[in-house]
């Protein structure tokens, strides 16, 4: 097949999915993985889809794509580890503390090693998972309908544990950030669910790569105004940083 069919072919695929990997399509096109490699650096220099790990994304002109868990969890890993390591950081000894979803949510779980006694209610099954064996932790796992290739659970029976629970913190996952608008998620399931973790806590601390920022989702978490502390990394663009901090946000780049 000559270069131009395959890269019509893909064009073509991630329209249809919004998501293509670098294995479904050496097979679907017959060609090697370097062959295809090659032909995704030429599509994302033209700016037809972004690179990820193992494979691509589409890029719409405003509104972003929500891969699954285990596709955006490789994104900007080193970025992600950095918010972490800054918000591990925040939690002290005895705190009650919520852990949203989402992937930069989940690289905090990792790092609670057990060292300070503290309380932690998630609604996420990847860092339940982890933490389940984590000495010194009162571990609640807040129950209800699974988000299939998400790990998160919501509904009314996870909304119904948030109503009866007080939290010192809780650090929230967001998908896009709008200087306007403010923060964002793709599903609506988890909407009531974020808002309510907001509501219980004392402190709201959302982390976010850098990525999400000046991108559009589909529902409204909360206004800028609602969070305490916005933690990215230190690529985002200066002009940015200075507009949320102008809007009364308080921000911490890593």
Same mark, same amino acid.
């Given at each position: 097949?000559?270069?131009?069919?395959?890269?019509?072919?893909?064009?073509?695929?991630?329209?249809?999915?919004?998501?293509?990997?670098?294995?479904?399509?050496?097979?679907?096109?017959?060609?090697?993985?370097?062959?295809?490699?090659?032909?995704?650096?030429?599509?994302?220099?033209?700016?037809?889809?972004?690179?990820?790990?193992? @494979? *691509?994304?589409?890029?719409?002109?405003?509104?972003? $794509?929500?891969?699954?868990?285990?596709?955006?969890?490789?994104?900007?890993?080193?970025?992600?580890?950095?918010?972490?390591?800054?918000?591990?950081?925040?939690?002290?000894?005895?705190?009650?503390?919520?852990?949203?979803?989402?992937?930069?949510? $989940?690289?905090?779980?990792?790092?609670?090693? @057990?060292?300070?006694?503290? $309380?932690? *209610?998630?609604?996420?099954?990847?860092?339940?998972?982890?933490?389940?064996?984590?000495?010194?932790?009162?571990?609640?796992?807040? @129950?209800?309908?699974?988000?299939?290739?998400? $790990?998160?659970?919501?509904?009314?029976?996870?909304? +119904?544990?948030?109503?009866?629970?007080? *939290?010192?913190?809780?650090?929230?996952?967001?998908?896009?950030?709008?200087?306007?608008?403010?923060?964002?998620?793709?599903?609506?399931?988890?909407?009531?669910?974020?808002?309510?973790?907001?509501?219980?806590?004392?402190?709201?601390?959302?982390?976010?790569?850098?990525?999400?920022?000046?991108?559009?989702?589909? *529902?409204?978490?909360?206004?800028?105004?609602?969070?305490?502390?916005?933690?990215?990394?230190?690529?985002?663009?200066?002009?940015?940083?200075?507009?949320?901090?102008?809007?009364?946000? +308080?921000?911490?780049?890593?």
């Amino acid at each position: 097949m000559l270069k131009e069919q395959r890269m019509n072919e893909i064009t073509d695929e991630i329209k249809k999915r919004g998501i293509v990997s670098v294995d479904d399509l050496t097979k679907s096109l017959d060609a090697s993985r370097s062959t295809i490699h090659r032909d995704l650096l030429d599509l994302e220099a033209l700016n037809m889809l972004k690179c990820i790990r193992g @494979g *691509a994304v589409a890029i719409t002109p405003k509104t972003s $794509y929500e891969p699954p868990f285990d596709v955006r969890k490789d994104c900007f890993l080193d970025e992600k580890e950095r918010i972490a390591a800054a918000a591990f950081k925040l939690i002290q000894e005895n705190e009650t503390i919520i852990l949203d979803s989402g992937t930069t949510v $989940y690289e905090l779980s990792k790092l609670i090693k @057990g060292s300070q006694r503290l $309380y932690i *209610a998630t609604n996420d099954l990847k860092s339940a998972m982890t933490l389940s064996s984590v000495q010194n932790i009162d571990l609640m796992v807040l @129950g209800g309908t699974l988000r299939q290739s998400h $790990y998160s659970i919501h509904g009314v029976f996870t909304e +119904n544990m948030l109503s009866q629970i007080h *939290a010192d913190k809780v650090f929230l996952g967001v998908d896009a950030v709008d200087l306007n608008i403010g923060f964002m998620n793709f599903s609506v399931d988890e909407i009531n669910t974020k808002r309510l973790m907001i509501k219980a806590s004392h402190q709201v601390i959302v982390l976010c790569d850098h990525s999400k920022i000046e991108s559009v989702a589909f *529902a409204n978490i909360c206004p800028l105004e609602d969070v305490h502390l916005f933690i990215t990394g230190k690529e985002i663009g200066k002009d940015i940083l200075r507009q949320l901090e102008e809007r009364g946000l +308080n921000v911490m780049t890593v």
